[in-house]
């Protein structure tokens, strides 16, 4: 696949669309979420579903990350082949082709993954004891995402209890992520919904406590929430993901107040004018390939009123408002994505830039990784 | 990238979430497509945008099409590579680097490319020139899509008299397509906004013969209106794409006495419930990045009365309703894509399915060319 840039491009020259990281933006984002629980007893491990990119991976962990999460088993496989060896599989792994690739990984990293049903924690036993390893495994519980995740309390006991009985696994502790709780808008929205899961989690862990199970580990949490889950003192990890980019979604909520980092708009899809019937018509060549619109359409970065009015498969139409300047054919306009996450899935490069260059072009190595 | 299936797998042991195609069903698409056109004075000339697959331009074209579309130069170059020679890029190619990418293709295979400005027409020219070949272009006529081309009438004809005296350009004809159209739910609506788009593009043409240019192509449609240009004595090709594989938003179109075929589901996303709280919360492990819902959520395939509630990143909520099965951890279920073209544009492999079995994988090499 040819490549949109080589490095010492000026930014005007990469090929569009193109996905684009300013460099110091995403420098700042990590630094800042690290001072912000600097001092907390909570270690930091990022979720490398939002980037997919090992080069990232890396950057995290040596500015003090624990590891990563993955999302996936062939997810998690790309940052293992590329040397990563600390994960977290924040997510359930059910069928044997996917349970046989996780005890061929476990055999080269250090891999823990989460169960919410007792039929998959015997499925993973039984493979781990073929396979003549302990995997670690946490429970995920379901703490108001009406995703996965067994019910907290006695549900989570019983299949702790199960799990005690596996000789193939061993208890890490418990998963408690409220991913529809980052996107709430206002602070107060946030805090009532993290509230009630750091509650529930609690709970659980206290009950499994005076049945004689400890939970060593307790992980969840996302940008729009993490500092709630961090000064909880039920939480012993935090796995935001979308930080070090941010997105349009994340930036309507309100972080005022908040006690949480700002973190800025790293990532940008760099697209083009192709087409200008008129100074107010402009077509660019960004459309539903280049930017997931799942939340929302892409907003316009750099230019006053000038707004993204419709994506389709291979098009972004602009509207120009009263007080936009002119646009021209070829013209090279950022675009800050809807959502950062799958919009970072549909591009096999990251090109980084700094003061108005290329300065290094990253492979995003799981792009695709879906099983 | 590891595949999610082998050949002579069963359909129940590929691994998911996969982008399977029911090959039977797949071929009467292609047969029924033909057989709509036969005996009309009409050239088939498939979008590519759709599928990205040279295995399946090498179908399209042995059973009939003169060639293909593509929407961007790096998507025609990967079918230039694997051997496709008639392409013509229906859509606009803006940016020095693309068109430099254009005349490189250009000496290798028969291309040609839309132009809608007089400015991108100038420089399509001296980049011919320089390369010493005479590209085809066909000027792109702005029909109702609000999107890209110029307008119709008097603009349309100064930019073809002004393509006249560029000698590095050819002058082929019109591209006349209205995407929005194959949308519309009702034949009677989209009749109209088809009628309108043929009117203008016959008064185009026609003025432009008063002025001693010819229109040797007038090309467009797709697979919601197709049979009206084809019998419009207007069109000289049609552009269907979607009618290989269809989709959930296509098939809210209403057929019925439309004289087109009625083309069948083909292509599925096979999917796994990986987590099941209780028999009314099944989570299936295809979201976002395994189904793009810009023009809504994927259907449930097979399974009577459950539907596809919600997604997230890499999750899927399905809602059973009273009459449906009780539904099983690891079970496999087919959804069919909420929009075809940007759900193939996140997979790397087709897995193609044929009485059960895997019969073959193709690879979607034109996945990912944005630029």
Redesign the interface.
């Known amino acids: 696949?040819?490549s949109?840039a080589q490095i010492g491009d000026a930014i005007a020259?990469i090929?569009?669309?193109?996905l684009i990281l300013d460099r110091s933006a995403f420098e700042r984002n990590g630094a800042a979420l690290m001072a912000s629980v600097s001092g907390l007893p909570i270690a930091v491990r990022p979720h490398a579903?939002s980037h997919k990119c090992p080069e990232i991976a890396r950057r995290q962990i040596a500015a003090g990350a624990v590891g990563i999460c993955c999302?996936?088993a062939?997810e998690a496989?790309a940052f293992v082949e590329a040397g990563i060896q600390n994960i977290l599989i924040s997510?359930?792994?059910?069928?044997e082709?996917?349970i046989a690739?996780l005890m061929a990984m476990a055999q080269r990293a250090d891999l823990a993954v989460c169960v919410?049903?007792i039929?998959?924690a015997q499925a993973l036993n039984a493979a781990a004891i073929a396979a003549g390893i302990r995997l670690g495994v946490l429970i995920e519980l379901?703490v108001g995402a009406?995703?996965?995740?067994?019910?907290p309390g006695g549900p989570a006991l019983a299949l702790a209890q199960a799990i005690g009985q596996m000789p193939g696994l061993r208890f890490l502790g418990l998963q408690a992520y409220h991913?529809p709780a980052q996107h709430l808008r206002t602070l107060l929205e946030r805090r009532l919904a993290t509230d009630q899961a750091i509650s529930l989690t609690r709970d659980t862990r206290d009950l499994l406590a005076r049945h004689g199970i400890v939970c060593n580990h307790v992980t969840g949490a996302g940008t729009g929430s993490f500092m709630l889950e961090a000064c909880s003192a039920v939480y012993t990890e935090i796995q935001p993901g979308s930080y070090i980019f941010m997105d349009a979604d994340y930036s309507r909520n309100d972080w005022h107040d908040s006690g949480m980092p700002i973190f800025e708009q790293s990532l940008f899809i760099l697209t083009?004018?192709?087409?200008?019937?008129d100074p107010d018509?402009a077509?660019v060549?960004?459309g539903?390939?280049?930017s997931?619109?799942?939340s929302g359409l892409p907003l316009v970065a750099d230019l006053a009123d000038v707004r993204f009015h419709k994506?389709?498969?291979?098009?972004g139409?602009l509207q120009r408002g009263p007080n936009a300047e002119k646009m021209w054919?070829?013209q090279k306009i950022r675009l800050i994505p809807g959502?950062c996450?799958?919009t970072v899935?549909?591009?096999?490069e990251l090109i980084v830039v700094h003061e108005g260059h290329v300065e290094a072009i990253w492979p995003i190595l799981a792009?695709?990784?879906?099983?």
Request: proline fraction near 3%; glycine fraction near 8%.
């Open positions: 696949m040819h949109a020259d090929d569009t669309p193109a579903k999302q996936k062939s496989q997510n359930e792994v059910v069928g082709k996917k690739r919410d049903h039929e998959n379901e009406q995703r996965c995740g067994i019910a991913g083009s004018v192709m087409s200008l019937r018509h077509v060549d960004a539903l390939k280049a997931s619109v799942d994506a389709s498969d291979e098009h139409v054919l070829g959502h996450d799958p899935n549909l591009y096999d792009r695709g990784a879906l099983c």
